[in-house]
């Protein structure tokens, strides 16, 4: 079927055959280049597929890819995650505050305490203990 196939520029088929032949890349980026350059010599999508032993689909997205924004297929887009809850200058007033003297009539910190006391002092608008901690564990690891 002609719609499978795709048509690669020369440069961009010397410099897969560059990359592939390099064998320091990720074994995603080497599937996905090998998808290309096989669709690029007449083979079917299943048949790359098999193969490749990824999905029909895998290679049709790869293919489809490659034709919206080239060989920038090849390689995973960054993903924009979870925001983090808390910047750094907000952890710097919470690592100070754990470092001060606790609370009248307590013998030290909790995290409990912490988290209670940061939202308390506006330094966040929610922060739980376990996020406390996580922040108190980077900065001690960091400190040696």
Request: proline residues 4%.
């Amino acid at each position: 079927m002609q719609k499978d196939h795709v048509k690669l520029s020369q440069p961009d088929q010397d410099f897969l055959i560059t990359l592939l032949a390099k064998g320091q890349i990720s074994a995603r980026v080497s599937k996905r280049a090998t998808a290309l350059l096989e669709l690029h010599r007449g083979k079917t999508l299943n048949a790359v597929a098999q193969t490749l032993q990824v999905s029909s689909f895998s290679v049709a997205t790869w293919r489809d890819g490659y034709r919206e924004v080239g060989l920038l297929v090849l390689y995973d887009q960054p993903r924009s995650g979870r925001p983090p809850q808390i910047d750094g200058t907000q952890r710097a007033k919470l690592t100070a505050l754990a470092c001060s003297s606790p609370p009248q009539g307590r013998a030290r910190w909790t995290l409990r305490l912490l988290a209670d006391k940061a939202v308390e002092l506006g330094y966040c608008e929610n922060l739980s203990h376990t996020a406390t901690r996580r922040i108190l564990k980077k900065m001690t690891s960091d400190r040696i």
